[in-house]
């Protein structure tokens, strides 16, 4: 069973599956995490989240993404 995604999940550190930093969870809606993404390293972000556009407004994950979650981080399944 895939992790869920709430509200207590806001402020979470996002991370790839080798433990790089991707972003931050800045608010969860209905199963989707929005996240303000690490703005130096914005490549690999988009590698792992299929983000297209650097200057998007929103940037978004849903649960099926995640591979764990912590009390402190979200880790994402490799992309």
Do not use: N
Request: glycine share 10%; hydrophobic share 35%; aromatic share 6%.
């Amino acid at each position: 069973m895939e992790p869920t995604l709430t509200q207590d999940d806001e402020g979470k550190r996002v991370v790839g599956p080798d433990g790089e930093l991707l972003g931050v969870v800045r608010k969860v809606d209905q199963g989707v995490a929005h996240v303000d993404p690490d703005a130096g390293d914005y490549d690999r972000v988009k590698r792992y989240l299929d983000w297209g556009d650097e200057d998007a407004a929103d940037y978004t994950f849903q649960e099926a993404a995640i591979e764990e979650s912590t009390a402190e981080e979200i880790v994402l399944q490799a992309g």
